[in-house]
Nanobody
Framework: VQLVESGGGLVQPGGSLRLSCAASGFTFSSYPVGWARQVPGKGREWLLAVYPDGSKYSANSVKGRFTISRDNAKNTLYLQMNSLKPEDTAVYFC?????????WGQGTQVTVSS
């Protein structure tokens, strides 16, 4: 399982950003995939997930602002982030649950600051 995130960067409060995660090494459409984030000194926080049947999970902290989507033809997972706040600053990771285990990408930094 290989996961490579991209699209992070610096954005002003209230702005938007879209992260991508290119997946390989497994049948992307057949497994749950999702996004989590982590700030220094804190645990990893699960944000959103999408399942093979299309159902989704969203954490309360991002509901209504962040959206997850997957393109099975491109083996790519997306995270659309709107109305960003300084407290959204973190390293964002994509993950895949394959064979009952979570595999993670290397992460991409998102910084929300004016």
């Amino acid at each position: 399982v290989q996961l490579v995130e991209s699209g992070g960067g610096l954005v002003q409060p209230g702005g938007s950003l879209r992260l991508s995660c290119a997946a390989s090494g497994f049948t992307f459409s057949s497994y749950p995939v999702g996004w989590a984030r982590q700030v220094p000194g804190k645990g990893r926080e699960w944000l959103l997930a999408v399942y093979p049947d299309g159902s989704k999970y969203s954490a309360n902290s991002v509901k209504g602002r962040f959206t997850i989507s997957r393109d099975n033809a491109k083996n790519t997972l997306y995270l659309q982030m709107n109305s960003l706040k300084p407290e959204d600053t973190a390293v964002y990771f994509c993950a895949a649950r394959v064979g009952g285990e979570d595999s993670w990408g290397q992460g991409t930094q998102v910084t929300v600051s004016s």
